[in-house]
């Protein structure tokens, strides 16, 4: 509190004349109220004592205000006698007026955070927004383009039957038919392939497998399906690679599969007696790089960055002519994130592209790599292996049944046929002990599945139910796998079916 001395109260637009200036001594106001030119005018409620010879009253109300009727009582009157004129001033206003104006602030600074809270998420849902549009029509043009690139090769394969049907005397028409027709089957299946693959890397369905294998075999096998493509166009296609013998542990089919994309789109875009270079090189800690270099079209720097993305094709008049989805490098760099590898890509609009992949793979054992380098296919392709023994078919596809019988009984099995899965159970209990030799079993089928079938054999008290069961069936994705394993199958052996892949299954069980 400050003590100061007041003439102002003697002002009769003040105090109306009631005070004088002999009444008045001295006046105590709050240090925070002092800086305004009259105190009265800051509080709500002002109350002045005045203490003299001739009255003691005390007067409350705003002094400054003549609409309000000022309020006279008796003070308590001290014990000690004091002749001074004592007036205080006591003010709640300033400690409210801090309260409001902090109040007020916080509450700016809050509308403040949340209008930017909202305006962020009005970006971020607009950003998406924008990403789905484009995504959507990605996918829309993906779809058009797919349209083309799967009636494309089936016109071929369609016309070609008809062409081997009508010149089936005629050797040299007829070998180049049956030539024609594998290629663009072979691309069809790369491209419905790639199309399950992208959905499984969206989904993070990929399950990666840990096996023995070459990686100079994925790299010759990939080669030896796309050098006619390539000789179609007149490209010369060389394959250098530092080691044959090796065997590493690892998914050797998603290899393969990145090898044979890469090549496939090197051959793509690469014009009429182009040059291809593929290589693979075995690099220190063991780790294995491959790389195909081409002197293609080529790509701009912009687009490189977007290569990889789903449905990603650039958009010019030499890209609009050459077939395909834009699926293919989206795979290649899904495959290699997962499998712990990098991908690298160098090109220049006009002269060329190089795409290299590098992988970790560790070294697999003597026993596995011996088994890799020379597996008994050779012998195992011999009809007496399998001569005399007995096998039961189960598939509902009667188109399906009568190919896979054909390639079973290429390698001297005899083979019955049941066409869903409860009649393939009541075929194997009606059967004597050991008449069959394995059971090849589709997994979709109607009345009863493949795989309820299969674990409807494993609890037969027969036994012989422990009898090698193959999965054969169009079902690739990792689940459906990992279905066939828990109901008790011995392998798995996806569609289309080649005679290959039987004798490898067969060969497991000896």
């Known amino acids: 509190m400050q003590t ?17 200036r002999t009444d008045c001594a001295w006046i105590s106001f709050p240090a925070r109220c002092w800086n305004s030119k009259w105190a009265s005018a800051r ?97 829309q043009n993906f779809f058009s383009k797919m ?73 010759y096998k990939s080669v030896d399906i796309l050098r006619p493509l390539a000789g179609k166009k007149e490209q010369e296609l060389t394959v250098h690679c530092d080691r044959t013998d090796r065997v590493v542990l690892g998914d050797g089919g998603r290899l393969k599969q990145i090898i044979f994309n890469i090549i496939s789109n090197a051959i793509k875009y690469t014009g009429e007696g182009g040059h291809i270079d593929v290589q693979l090189e075995c690099l220190p800690g063991h780790r294995y790089r491959f790389s195909c270099r081409d002197n293609g079209i080529g790509m701009s720097e912009e687009f490189v960055q977007h290569i990889c993305e789903d449905y990603a094709r650039a958009e010019n008049s030499r890209v609009s002519k050459v077939q395909g989805t834009g699926l293919g490098m989206s795979v290649v760099k899904g495959f290699t994130d997962r499998m712990g590898g990098t ?50 078919l189960v598939e509902d596809n009667a188109f399906n049944a009568e190919i896979a019988m054909e390639l079973l009984q290429s390698i001297g099995l005899s083979v019955d046929w049941a066409e869903n899965g409860q ?9 004597a002990l050991h008449e069959y030799f394995a059971i090849f079993m589709d997994m979709q089928m109607p009345v009863m599945d493949g ?8 609890a037969s008290a027969r036994a012989d139910n422990d009898i090698p069961v193959f999965a054969m069936t169009a079902n690739t994705f990792a689940t459906d796998r990992r279905s066939c394993r828990e109901a008790g199958m011995n392998g798995y052996i996806s569609k289309p079916v080649s005679i290959r892949d039987i004798v490898e299954e067969l060969t497991e069980i000896g």
């Open 4 to 20: 100061r001395r007041c003439s102002c109260l003697t002002r009769r637009s003040a105090l109306r004349g009631r005070i004088s």
């Open 43 to 139: 509080a709500s409620t002002t109350v002045f004592t005045v203490c003299g010879p001739r009255r003691s009253q005390t007067w409350r109300g705003p002094p400054a205000r003549r609409s309000h009727r000022a309020i006279w009582s008796r003070p308590r009157r001290r014990r000690s006698s004091s002749i001074c004129s004592t007036t205080r001033c006591t003010s709640s206003c300033c400690a409210r007026d801090c309260f409001l104006i902090l109040l007020l602030l916080l509450l700016y600074v809050q509308s403040v955070k949340s209008r930017n809270r909202q305006q962020k998420i009005a970006d971020e849902l607009a950003a998406a927004l924008e990403k789905a549009e484009e995504a959507t029509e990605a996918k």
């Open 147 to 219: 349209s083309l690139d799967i009636r494309t090769p089936l016109n071929v394969v369609l016309g070609m039957t008809q062409i081997a049907r009508k010149y089936k005397n005629d050797d040299d028409k007829l070998k180049n038919a049956l030539g024609n027709i594998t290629t663009e089957g072979n691309y069809l299946l790369v491209l419905i392939n790639s199309i399950l693959d992208v959905n499984q890397l969206e989904h993070g369905a990929i399950e990666l497998l840990n096996e023995p294998f070459s990686p100079p075999n994925c790299l």
């Open 343 to 392: 991908l690298h890509i160098e090109s220049e609009l006009g002269k060329g592209s190089v795409f290299s992949v590098e992988f970790p793979f560790p070294d697999a054992s003597d026993e596995q790599r011996e088994a890799v380098l020379h597996p008994p296919v050779e012998d195992a392709l011999e009809e007496s292996r399998y001569s005399g023994k007995k096998v039961l």
């Open 423 to 431: 009649s393939g159970v009541a075929r194997y209990e009606s059967s």
């Open 451 to 458: 795989v309820t079938a299969t674990k409807h054999i494993r």
